[in-house]
């Protein structure tokens, strides 16, 4: 995996951001900001901020066994029967986002088909608790998806034996990793998944050198030693405020979303510039996150991997289906990139998520 140069924003952006609070009104005011100052074209049907009519939302939050409040929204369609008990979909956000950030939309989509589902931030991200913020911790991602089936199987209008769960992007892997251990989450979706464990091994397509993780892995120590010594932070930015000219054609996909009003959100007291970025000597946690080790051990309960057919991340879907035992799907998208899947609503298959679900949480 690589980096870009660190890349500076200018001084008045900068300080607007670091100042801007966590309002609604202004979010609104950096969104307008930063479009005003960068115009972007926000692609057809992108729609990560939808509010559906048809959907209620409520705040929950509950226990991880890591002893960490977990923040969820639990949404319900507003036509739900209490009479008899509802399937239930856990929905994971992708890797340093939060659930406002396409987890959101496939939650309330998924609710208007019928299902309860609840969307949650990972711990040490968005609203779930953590210290240090924005921390590399991959054992703590999979408990939570456990820690949402608690919650689900205590309520009294949720059929316990009949949750599902669906990650997107990094949560793909975390959703897995859960799933090995879990029985309780009965039918597993994945949505341009990646597994973070093995892009920090070996880089996109294989593309890193043994040479260069074992150059990372230093790297990053030498990093946690200063970080030690010093008490404060070193943040990568992979993902800067303004691009680089030079950027590449994956750093720049994910700015399109991250860093402009598409998919723009900041969660309590952390700036723009550091949301998606992470610490180093925190990074490398990942290269010992095996997900997909012992996949097939998740049958006989059903998975479907979906990915865009022109996805960077595509070879990580494939990896996965590829060891899994079954029942089991490799559904492309055609035309479909990895980030367009986060929010692109007349391209995310809907129809089969829903089937998917209905079939397997009957």
Known sequence: MTFPANTSAAPTRRDFVKTAGLGLAALGALRQTMAADAPQSIPEGADNFYRSRRVTVQKVRFPSQYQLQIAGNLVLPKNLARDR???????????????????????????????????????????????????????????????????????????????????????????????????????????SMYDMGAVTRNGLNRAQTPAQRQALLAKAQQQRAQELASGTPQWLDYLPLQLPPDADAVTREFHDFYRTPRGMHLPAGVPLERTQNRRLSSEVRFMNFYPFNDIESIAPRPLLFISGDQAHSREFSEDAYRRAAGPKELLWVPGAGHVDLYDRVTLIPWDRLAAFFTQHLA
Request: with cysteine.
């Open 85 to 191: 008990r509802a399937p239930a979909i856990i929905v994971g956000h992708p890797m340093g986002a939060t659930k406002e950030q396409s987890a959101m939309l496939y939650a309330q989509k998924l609710a208007e088909q019928g299902f309860v589902t609840l969307a949650i931030d990972l711990p040490y991200w968005g609203e779930s608790e953590g210290l240090p913020r924005s921390l590399v911790a991959p054992d703590t991602y999979a408990d939570a998806f456990s820690a949402a089936a608690d919650y689900l199987a205590a309520q009294d209008f949720i059929a316990p034996e009949r949750i599902g769960v669906l990650g997107i992007c990094g949560s793909g892997g975390f959703a897995i990793s859960a799933a090995k251990l879990d029985p309780r989450l009965k039918a597993i979706a994945t949505v």
